[in-house]
């Protein structure tokens, strides 16, 4: 039975949820438009979803098919009863917008001859239909927390922003371009619109109130962009010359840019190295995120028991006198308040600062937490969620979330390179700690633990794509920025929407330059590339992370060093495990010294007699590595049946969008 049969009878048997499954399955399936119009029409009819009959009315129409039929059901179902709102949006704009000094037109359209109507689609974006042209467009969210293009690539003269159309987006040019008179200098936002009437018709959609109240915005018209610069002595006869530039104040600063720490050994530090001294930024080295918390909570406690300026003063530890009274004075500032006050009291986070730039810096913030081990779980329907108690730590921070325009970027390396690094780090750091831990029998033992398979499970670069902090996100490949800086550094520049200046062209802190001795590779060297580490993986260890990885080295870009492309099953997984000799014996040997400590083993209840403590010691660690073994086989056996990843809620998890290189920066071929 053909599935358009199955439906047809499901309907005629009242099965209405069954037959919008089926009829959904149609408009998947058939060629035939009208086949696809009753599939649609009945879904939304019976109360199916109505977002896929509304996506086939609106294709079909655009395909020449049913077109007043499925306009008209457009029009009734989803225009018709928000026409109201939008007609009330639109003439409070033009009211706005009629006394308005930096708009240099007033004959605003009648509503009913607008080019655009909106069809809401969801509860966040609609779908215009032009008129003219006879088509609905593509889907629209006026709020989508994203900024699309590097508004802020030059800062010598205004920013000039063509067709911008993002509620958000206005938001962002409004609240992040400095006012004249704290420059010292003409510093308005030109918004530039090539049709009189597009500009109208989105007047339907936008807020433009709170946007404005500070006369920053200067709308230029079709042919009115020849006006840009204006001359606002001249035209308007204000001198913003007389007055004088401001140092950044605390609630200038709303951008955040978070340097994500995707696991160890990724080159991290090399991307603070470069952004560092920036102009336009508040820059850090990494940050241990528990450290920044209990920072915040202290000077939280600081201002709520400090019963004056000066006991406040007298207690601070952070530096920047005036950054303290900013602070005290606000009365009951945010986290991201006292965040920002903490970044401008530091010499090191101000070192490049631009304290007259036409924009307010950014907080460039990369939290780093000591170790990032994810979970895996089973649902049972072919799903599996991955999820790190560093995430649980994210979601539930406040001064993260309560910046109002975040970039996000996430550093990645080859897998095995970083897996080989990682290890070597681990081994270094006990051999380091050993006397630390002689001296104090208590402390906490340094050891190797087992970095496979805690690099198989971390999925930090797949993302939810309603999550706010990685709305607006993208990955960077170690070997690209090493290979290809003025490529890489301009490319991802331009999505953090700042200028690509001198201080990325050379590797410092707190603005001064950084000498590497010894056998580290620092700054722009690109030996860290194709180091291997082969004391510290073997070939088991790498062909293991590479099969289960595959699919991220597929999408990002890297080819197999190690995976020969055979099919794997559960022996032949059995059999790499067993010969992770490399990292197993890292972690002998650095567990060994845990045994050795344990004073008293019992067995059976006995405790054992001195004479047999060396026996019972080799046992424990056995036992461990074991205990690790099968854990491993446990990971393996959920990945080798390829489960849907989804996160803790049950969302899908997506692949970061990869950031995309400039052919003709090229310096050097992209890394494979």
């Known amino acids: 039975m053909d599935t358009i049969e199955l439906a047809r009878r499901l309907a005629g048997l009242g099965q209405a949820r069954e037959a919008q499954d089926a009829y959904t399955l149609v408009i998947g399936e058939t060629a035939d438009p009208a086949e696809k119009l009753e599939a649609a029409v009945y879904i939304f009819q019976s109360g199916g979803d109505y977002r896929i009959s509304y996506t086939c ?80 467009g593509d889907y629209l969210n006026f709020k989508n927390p994203v900024v699309s293009r590097n508004f802020f690539k030059d800062l010598e003269k205004p920013i000039l922003a063509d067709g911008v159309i993002s509620q958000y987006e206005l938001e962002y040019l409004n609240d992040n371009v400095r006012d004249s008179t ?12 090539s049709d009189w009437g597009t500009f109208c018709a989105y007047l339907q959609c936008w807020n433009l109130r709170p946007l404005l109240e500070e006369k920053k915005l200067v709308f230029l018209i079709g042919e009115e962009i020849g006006l840009y610069p204006i001359d ?6 204000i001198d913003y010359s007389q007055y004088k530039p401001q140092p950044i104040a605390i609630r200038e600063v709303k951008r955040l840019i978070w ?37 915040l909570a202290s000077v939280r406690e600081l201002l709520k028991e400090s019963g004056s300026e000066e006991e406040f003063l007298s207690q601070w530890q952070w530096g920047g006198r005036a950054r303290l009274l ?43 937490f000591v170790d990032i081990n994810y979970e895996l779980k089973e649902d049972g329907e072919g799903r599996a969620s991955v999820s790190a108690e560093t995430a649980k730590e994210l979601r539930r921070c406040r001064f993260l979330k309560e910046f109002p325009y975040i970039k996000t970027f996430t550093p990645m390396r080859r897998m095995t390179s970083s897996y080989g690094a990682t290890v070597r780090y681990m081994y270094q750091m006990s051999k380091l700690m050993e006397a630390a831990e002689a001296e104090d029998r208590k402390r906490k033992k340094t050891v190797v633990g087992d970095e496979i398979s805690d690099r198989v499970l971390n999925r930090s670069f797949m993302v939810d794509p309603g999550e706010r902090l990685f709305r607006d996100s993208v990955l960077v490949r170690f070997e690209d920025a090493k290979l290809n800086p003025k490529a890489a550094f ?117 405790t054992i007699p001195p004479e047999g403590m060396e026996q019972a010691r080799q046992e424990l660690m056995e036992h461990h590595i074991r205990e690790i073994e099968e854990k491993r086989l446990k990971i393996a056996r959920v990945l080798l049946r390829n489960p849907r990843l989804v996160n803790q809620d049950g969302r899908p998890l997506r692949m970061m969008k990869r950031l995309e290189l400039d052919p003709a920066l090229l310096e050097q071929p992209l890394y494979h």
């Open 57 to 136: 009315f609106r294709d079909l129409y655009n395909q020449g098919h049913f077109r007043e039929e499925t306009l008209a059901m457009m029009t009734q179902a989803f225009y018709e009863p928000n026409v109201k709102a939008r007609k009330k949006r639109y003439e409070k704009n033009c009211k706005l917008l009629a006394k308005y000094p930096y708009l240099f037109r007033k004959d605003f359209l009648p509503f009913q001859e607008l080019p655009i109507r909106f069809y809401p689609y969801d509860d966040e974006g609609v779908v215009p239909f032009y008129t003219e042209e006879e088509r609905f």
């Open 182 to 193: 704290r420059v010292g200098r003409e510093n308005h936002v030109y918004l530039h619109y």
């Open 232 to 237: 606002f002595k001249e035209r308007f006869g």
């Open 259 to 295: 340097h994500t720490q995707l696991s160890a050994h990724n080159g991290g530090d090399f991307f603070n190295e470069v952004f560092d001294g920036h102009p336009n930024l508040l820059a850090l080295p990494s940050i241990l995120f528990t450290e920044m918390e209990k920072t």
């Open 326 to 368: 900013e602070l005290y004075r606000m009365g009951n500032p945010t986290d991201k308040d006292i965040l920002v006050g903490i970044y401008l009291s530091n010499n090191v986070a101000k070192s490049g600062l631009d304290q007259s730039a036409r924009v307010a810096p950014a907080v460039f913030f990369q939290p780093h």
């Open 490 to 606: 301009t490319a991802l520049a331009a999505f953090l929407d700042l200028p690509y200046t001198k201080s990325m062209t050379e590797c410092t802190q707190g603005g001064k330059p950084l000498s590497y001795g010894g056998y580290i590779a620092g700054g722009f060297d690109t030996a860290p590339v194709y180091k291997a580490y082969d004391d510290f993986a073997n070939d088991a260890e790498r062909y293991y992370i590479e099969y289960f990885m595959r699919d991220v080295y597929e999408y990002y870009g890297y080819d197999f060093h190690y995976y020969d492309g055979a099919p794997v099953d559960g022996e032949r997984v059995k059999e790499l495990i067993s010969g992770f000799t490399t990292l197993n014996g890292y972690i002998r040997e650095t567990w060994k010294k845990v045994a050795d400590s344990v004073a008293v083993i019992k067995k059976d209840g006995e």
